[in-house]
Structure formats: structure tokens, C-alpha cells
């Protein structure tokens, strides 16, 4: 319903309508525990970018997980643990996620924030740059057993790379999510002089070429402005 001080939706810029597109949706159906907010007003307080996924992107995760069945999942990128909370709630007691994250503030701060929630028991986050971590967990067997879901959601610039590692630790049936694909557009530039502009397209293009993967991307517009998610999987 519109609030009697709102503007009147033609006179609301796009991204003013998608966030309040995403607020309506929120509150008929993502209807988001309490502890959501609280990982938000944490990861405010500690000054952490406030870049994670909005509520009904962590939805459409937790459906994923439970669509699939997904119990071993792996998450690059964990902020202060909201899409992990997600993650781990949608695969439920018996799951485990790992999580890995670069800055060590960020890592506790996400610590806490699933520890409150109840899912600290089935989060390990690793910290430091992903790639040694993902080789580490590599090196001692630990991805001897495939993850069923991995979500790409740290820098950019080495989602190439990620994608390799979850490639090694996938099977068939592994489903493979990229956040942030689009980036208003960015993605189109292909002489950019970003880094994550040219890692995201490698990213794409790599899933494309790849036989083993069958892939796709979905644009979306919403609180988060208009970007989108690529969806694959392992043949
Ligand atoms: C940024 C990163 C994200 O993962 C995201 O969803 C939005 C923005 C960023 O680095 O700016
Ligand atoms: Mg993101």
C-alpha cells in the first residue's frame, strides 16, 4: 500500500519503484526473520559495506538450496554472514557451509551474527584471500566430498578463478551461482579498465565455453539497482 507521504509511483525515480517493488515483496512473501535485520544493523555498526544480497535475493538462495536438496554448499565472499544465513538455514541441521571471507573484521563480525541465529554449528568461515583458502581446502582433502551448491559473491576480479576451484570440487549436478553479473549494465564494456568489469566477463564467458557447464543469467532490478545472477550446472 502506498504511504500517504510517498511520492506518487510516476513521479518515483526506477530504482525508488524497485526498491519499493522489493519492499511490497518483502512483506507478501520473503517475510524475513528478525535475525536479518539484526545481521544488518551489526554489519552497520561495524561500518561494513552495506553490498549483501537484499532479502529476497537470499530467499531465491534458500529456495535454490531446498529445490535442490543442497546440503554441502560452498559461499565466496560472507560479509556479516547474510546470504550465509540463508544458506544455512535452507539446508537445514544436517548441512555445512563454508564460507570463505578476506577481511578478518568482517569474519567475526559474520561470526557473531550466526552464532546469534542458531547456524554456527553447520558455518565454517575461512578467512583470507579466498583462492588460498579454497587451494588449502583443496591440499588436506577437505572438498573430498563435492559441494552441491557454491554461491560467488567476493571480488569480481577473480571469479574466474573461483570458478575453477568449484569446478574442482563439484559434481555432477553441482548448481554454480554468480552474484552481481550485470552491474548496470557494466558487463557490456568489454575494453573497460575495471578489473571486475573484465573478471565478471571471463567469469561469464568461461561457463559458456565450458561443455561440462550449462549455463544462463538472469538480469534483475531491485533495492540493490539493476544487476544479476548466472546460473549453471555441472554436467
Ligand atoms: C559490490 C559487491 C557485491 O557483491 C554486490 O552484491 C554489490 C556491490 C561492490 O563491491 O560494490
Ligand atoms: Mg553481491
Known sequence: MSQPNEPAAQDRTPHEQWTAVDAFFDEALVRPSEDFAAIRRAAAEAEMPAIEVSAAQGKFL???????????????????????????RAAGPDGKIITCEFEPKHAEVARRNLEAAGVGERVEIKVGPAADSLQSLLDVGGAD???????????????????????????????????????????????????????????????????????????????????????????
Open 145 to 235: 566430498e563435492p559441494f552441491d551448491l557454491v554461491f560467488l559473491d567476493a571480488d569480481k576480479v577473480n571469479n574466474p578463478v573461483y570458478l575453477e576451484f568449484a569446478l574442482k570440487m563439484s559434481r555432477k549436478g553441482t548448481v554454480i551461482i554468480g552474484d552481481n553479473v550485470v552491474r548496470g549494465g557494466g558487463v557490456l564494456d568489454s575494453v573497460s579498465e575495471d578489473p571486475d568489469i573484465q573478471g565478471t566477463r571471463r567469469f561469464l564467458q568461461a561457463q559458456g565455453e565450458n561443455p561440462a557447464l550449462e549455463a544462463t543469467a538472469l538480469q534483475t532490478v531491485g533495492m540493490k539497482g539493476w544487476d544479476g545472477f548466472s546460473l549453471a550446472l555441472v554436467k
Open 62 to 88: 534458500a529456495l535454490m538450496v531446498q529445490i535442490t536438496g543442497a546440503r554441502r554448499i560452498l559461499e565466496v565472499g560472507t560479509l556479516a554472514g547474510f546470504s550465509t544465513l540463508w544458506l544455512a
